[in-house]
């Protein structure tokens, strides 16, 4: 079966400290993808990346980073250098080659910055 | 830009009642979702849309109903609400699964 941990509730952090936020994955399919979301005061839902499980690069946008590891079937997100804007409620979520679309996401973490 | 459109964002309504709540997307795409969001347990799907007047049910379906008479809109339906669907209902929409769309989300209460 499916799932998604996120297993850090709440994290806190000093604007301009780095922070990684973890997520674990369960599947069997070996065509997946892998998603982060962050959902800010306001409450709707953005966007941040799309990876599929063929793609192991690692990805920088910005202050951003990702780290996809098959082997201990991770997908966790690194924010550089944190600023008060980063301080939301960030989801992890996979999606199985169903063609469905589902996810299923984490509990998320939720992350504050503090000016 | 694109866009989810969730027509209210509070609702207050009476145990018992029927409610709906409506999403409306104009990316012309074919899949639509419906997920609640409750503190500790994050997004559940309820139901999706993969097509007009397709419908399949999510992990949580019970107490749940949706209409999917056009492709731009995709409606959920409590029919007959309880205290515990008081919840964050959040709408999403996906054209080839690159990524979902939310809606800015309905935050119902059920007295």
């Known amino acids: 079966a499916q799932k998604v941990t996120q297993a850090q509730t709440e994290i806190s952090v000093v604007e301009k400290e780095d922070v990684t936020l973890d997520c674990v994955y369960e599947?069997?399919?070996?065509?997946?993808?892998l998603f982060w979301y962050k959902q800010p005061p306001s409450g709707e839902l953005v966007f941040l990346i799309r990876r599929n499980s063929f793609d192991e690069q690692n990805e920088i946008s910005g202050r951003y980073s990702w780290n996809f590891q098959k082997s201990t079937s991770s997908f966790n997100f690194t924010i550089t250098a944190s600023q008060v804007v980063d301080s939301a409620v960030y989801f992890c979520a996979l999606s199985e080659w169903s063609g469905t679309y589902k996810y299923i996401f984490g509990t998320g973490t939720r992350l504050k910055v503090l000016a | 830009d694109v866009k989810v459109t969730q027509s209210s964002r509070y609702l207050v309504k009476r145990t018992g009642e029927k409610v709906f709540l409506e999403c409306v997307q104009d990316m012309d795409h074919e899949n639509m979702f419906w997920y609640r969001q409750d503190p500790g347990l994050g997004l559940r799907l309820i139901y999706f849309s993969y097509d007009v007047k397709m419908k399949e049910k999510g992990d949580i379906p019970e107490g749940y109903s949706v209409s999917r008479e056009k492709k731009e809109r995709f409606s959920l339906i409590l029919e007959s609400a309880s205290t515990n669907q008081t919840s964050m209902y959040l709408c999403a929409s996906t054209l080839r699964g690159d990524g979902y769309t939310f809606g800015s989300g309905t935050r119902l209460t059920v007295v």
């Open positions: 599947t069997r399919d070996t065509t997946y993808y």
